[in-house]
């Protein structure tokens, strides 16, 4: 017994001395493209950082993907998406009509990877992008876009604009951007496009039973003890703010998080994730509302392409955009009214063509 205790614990020791000469720190890879040029055909290069080998894996702030944490600070602006497999088109088209159209080769892109692939790191490697790998914890649907209200943990940066993949760029987004900065404080995003000719985007009760087909018992579980004087209904398709506003987004989504699980979990809205969006920005003391054009949601909004190529003389299409009195930037294809026009667009703007 005691020849056995004491090999026992001189097997203890030696392990223990082996673990101190271990290098804790490990290499993670995500995905960024090289100084060459990258056809779309060829994957990214390996982009590396360090995380801790007991540091727990970063979950976004309503759980629903895990990433890691990205230690390299990318600059003054980072422009996300979010993509996963079956989208590979939609963030490709997004990203062309950026480069294209959107005038901000200073900002650093980045594509959220929801289960990573071939195609994705593809499509990331060919807009000069750097693919983030996350891992979806529950089923891939709408919500996923939570990594993007906590992209501010996981890419430093000063400021940010992030968007839906089913988006084109068709304008300069350099005002945009500049609005932003002028508030550093404030999320920006426009409100949700009406639907209906009795629309109350401020009514909190009303958005979430005509909006989100929530009960009223799952509106005041949501709202717990907040009240709803900053409250606006926003579509989360096109936001942006600096570090400081989308930490703090991330922490009042955070702080909620149990309620939000629940109301996801009723799986009464495929858009469940907005309405706790809206109403954190409720809780930070409101919205900046940005105006329509930075947002024209074609499920409930049509504009008329004024072509200009003759004008520009540049190597693809070049068209204006009105919608009423007001000239659109970002055109939105959201929901099923929204997607059916996608192959107008597609076509009026000869994506297949590429750059």
């Known amino acids: 017994m005691k020849s056995t205790t004491a090999a026992r614990g001189y097997q203890r020791k030696h392990r223990i001395a082996r673990f101190k000469k271990r290098d804790r720190r490990r290499q993670i890879a995500t995905y960024a493209s090289s100084a060459a040029p990258i056809t779309a ?14 540091a727990p894996r970063f979950a976004d702030c309503l759980g629903i993907t895990t990433s890691p944490q990205l230690k390299t600070h990318f600059g003054p602006w980072i422009i996300a998406t979010i993509a996963s497999p079956g989208y590979e088109q939609q963030a490709h088209e997004f990203f062309t009509t950026l480069a294209r159209y959107g005038n901000v080769p200073h900002a ?5 990877c929801v289960e990573t692939n071939a195609d994705l790191l593809a499509i990331a490697a060919a807009h000069d992008a750097v693919a983030v790998p996350l891992r979806a914890v529950r089923d891939v649907n709408a919500s996923i876009k939570a990594a993007l209200y906590s992209i ?6 000063a400021n940010y604009l992030c968007f839906d993949s089913d988006i084109f760029i068709v304008e300069d987004l350099r005002p945009l951007m500049a609005t932003i900065e002028a508030q550093p404080q404030k999320i920006h995003a426009a409100l949700s496009a009406a639907t209906t000719a009795n629309d109350q985007p401020n009514d909190y009760f009303h958005t979430a039973r005509h909006y989100y087909n929530a009960s009223q018992s799952d509106a005041e579980a949501l709202l717990g003890a907040q009240r709803t004087e900053h409250f606006a209904r926003l579509n ?10 989308l930490f703090a987004l991330d922490v009042t989504l955070r702080n909620h998080a ?6 996801i979990n009723t799986q009464k809205s495929r858009a469940a994730d907005e309405l706790a969006f809206s109403l954190a920005v409720a809780r930070l003391r409101g919205v900046a509302e940005l105006p329509q054009k930075w947002n024209l949601q074609l499920y409930a909004q049509n504009v008329a392409p004024i072509d200009t190529e003759h004008h520009t003389g540049g190597n693809w299409p070049r068209f204006e955009f009105w919608h009423a009195d007001e000239r659109a930037a970002v055109l939105h294809f959201a929901a099923k009214q929204g997607r059916e026009k996608l192959p107008f667009f597609r076509g009026l703007l000869a994506l297949d063509r590429g750059d």
């Open 152 to 157: 501010a943990r996981i890419a430093p940066a």
């Open 236 to 245: 989360s398709g096109v936001f942006g703010g600096s570090a400081l506003s």
């Open 108 to 112: 650093r892109r980045l594509l959220l």
């Open 258 to 263: 149990h309620q939000v699980a629940a109301w």
């Open 41 to 54: 055909a060829l994957a990214a290069a390996p982009y590396k950082f360090t995380s801790h080998h007991f």
